[in-house]
């Protein structure tokens, strides 16, 4: 056989088994193709969301707690017929409470929440049917962190038919008339914000915003926010501006008892001296 027909077959085998490698080279190749984006069709329909679910139910103005929350993971799919396209992040902060009734099972949104700084907060702690009234009161017997928002106290008043003490600087020069008594028992508190006085008696209003926080020192006075009856806001806004007004923390036992001069300065009866036609009684100024 001549060299000729030896190199032209010896080519021809050449050819055949690079043509049958590179097939399979190809069908390696589209494979491969083919499994990415099987794996990429895959990955895209396993995208997942997380969101949050009630325990039980939550009743409007309850504080909040992620202990009475689920965190559950959607497919996309049911994440996107609640109206969900990404997860929901839920970050409550102390105190948080609820602007609506939540129902057990309900998802939950970061705008069903109202944290103590935002506007809308005190709404949430008023009963329903009750008003919302800021007191200002002496902090005279006020102890710190002894009455917090949320405990039940006695209003008592310190009154007096010729002196106003209503002023935290006014002085009593008349016995006569003087009692102390509870207004209003059984009051709930919801918040507390204090200014300092000065010598000037600040005549405009504090830009701080109210807080549940109790803080009581020295020389002071402090607006208590509490909730009382609509038929009491009149009786209660003729106290604020006629006695002077005190808090304390109420006590299932009973309520504190009245007192008049009498009680503390014993056999008191004032000095009478008659003028002319007239019987008049004088008491010794007291700061």
């Known amino acids: 056989m001549s060299s000729r027909v030896i ?21 390696r190749a589209e494979a491969q193709a083919k499994r990415q984006a099987q794996t990429q069709v895959v990955e895209k329909k396993e995208i997942k969301f997380a969101v949050w679910r009630s325990k039980e139910q939550i009743m409007r103005g309850r504080v909040v707690s992620e202990n009475q929350l689920d965190r559950i993971i959607l497919s996309e799919k049911e994440a996107n017929a609640i109206g969900v396209n990404r997860d929901v992040e839920l970050k409550l902060e102390q105190d948080s409470r609820a602007n609506n009734l939540i129902e057990k099972g309900e998802y939950v949104f970061p705008e069903m929440f109202t944290a103590p700084d935002k506007p809308g907060y005190l709404d949430l702690l008023a009963s329903e049917g009750m008003i919302l009234y800021p007191l200002p009161i002496s902090t005279i017997n006020l102890i710190n962190n002894y009455i917090r928002p949320g405990d039940m106290i006695d209003i008592i008043s310190v009154s007096s038919p010729l002196t106003n003490l209503a002023d935290t600087g006014a002085r009593i020069t008349q016995f006569q008339g003087v009692k102390a008594r509870t207004i209003k028992r059984g009051v709930r508190v919801l918040a507390f914000e204090q ?18 926080r109790v803080s009581a020192s020295g020389n002071s006075k402090t607006t208590v926010v509490i909730e009382i009856e609509p038929n009491f806001v009149s009786r209660l806004s003729l106290a604020q501006r006629t006695m002077h007004l005190e808090i304390y923390r109420s006590q299932s036992t009973g309520e504190i008892p009245p007192a008049n001069m009498s009680d503390v300065i014993e056999n008191y009866q004032g000095i009478r001296e008659l003028r002319g036609a007239e019987t008049q009684t004088t008491n010794v100024e007291v700061y």
Do not use: R
Not at 7 to 27: D, E, P, T, Y
Not at 195 to 212: A, C, F, T, Y
């Open 195 to 212: 200014n300092p006085v000065d010598s000037k008696e600040q005549s405009k209003q504090s830009g701080n915003s109210l807080s549940p």
């Open 7 to 27: 190199f032209f077959l010896s080519f021809i085998c050449i050819s055949i088994g690079l043509f049958a490698l590179f097939q399979n080279v190809n069908s």
